[in-house]
């Protein structure tokens, strides 16, 4: 079985300031990891895929695979990134479903 | 809107009722999901059709919760004999099937109120 822990419920950072929210699975096999954002008001959307190794928003996330991690990371942290953020695993092309196994999500706060 | 669009936006229902959520998913997309969320928690798998097929349901799906989606297009959700515990936020979402897995889009979600 899969599962996503995010250990920070509440993230708070001034503008300006690095940012790095923490994601750890547990999976046996080679999953796929994303990154979900949710702004305030608004449906939860696809931030980052780790297979595309992107940059969105400033953001980057690196999948390591000894440490089973995948932590989101901007260098500066503006106000507009305030949302909530999930975590999340599919089993990849070897799991039929790509279904999405979330974490509880981190609220990030960036103070003016 | 050619997002994932989802009915009602929020349905109060007493204790006991029946409810049904219709989702309608992108037109393109041939696999469409339903989550749902609790307060605090994230969003938590229920089952998911390819076209008309629902190939997977999750044992949190008891047997009060029944969903179609009969031409693989749009899918509804009906909650039977509605409990306080069925209270939460109700996600669909849809995605293609490619070699890449390019995530889901999910709609805004249905907010079910148990009272």
């Known amino acids: 079985a899969q599962r996503v822990t995010q250990p920070e419920k509440l993230l708070s950072v001034f503008k300006g300031a690095p940012v790095e929210l923490k994601c750890n699975y547990s999976y046996s096999g080679s999953p796929e990891l994303f990154w979900y954002v949710q702004y305030s008001r608004q449906r939860l959307q696809l931030l980052l895929r780790?297979?595309s190794r992107e940059s969105i928003k400033g953001f980057t996330a690196d999948l390591n695979k000894g440490e089973t991690s995948f932590h989101l990371k901007k260098p500066f942290a503006q106000e507009e990134d305030s949302a909530m953020y999930y975590c999340a695993l599919s089993p990849g092309r070897r799991g039929s479903n790509y279904k999405l196994t979330f974490g509880k999500g981190t609220l990030l706060t960036v103070n003016p | 809107d050619t997002g994932v669009s989802q009915d009602p936006r929020h349905k109060i229902t007493k204790r006991g009722q029946n409810v049904t959520f219709r989702c309608d998913p992108i037109?393109?997309?041939?696999?469409l999901y339903w989550y749902r969320q609790t307060l605090g928690q994230g969003p938590e798998f229920l089952t998911y059709f390819q076209n008309e097929a629902q190939l997977e349901k999750s044992r949190l799906l008891s047997d009060r919760f029944s969903a179609e989606r009969p031409k693989g297009s749009f899918s509804t959700l009906e909650i039977q004999r509605t409990e306080q515990g069925d209270s939460a936020m109700y996600l669909c979402?849809?995605?293609?099937?490619?070699?890449?897995?390019?995530?889901?889009?999910f709609g805004s979600g249905t907010r079910l109120t148990v009272v």
């Open positions: 780790h297979i």
């Open positions: 979402a849809s995605s293609l099937t490619l070699s890449a897995n390019y995530g889901y889009t």
């Open positions: 037109s393109e997309h041939n696999r």
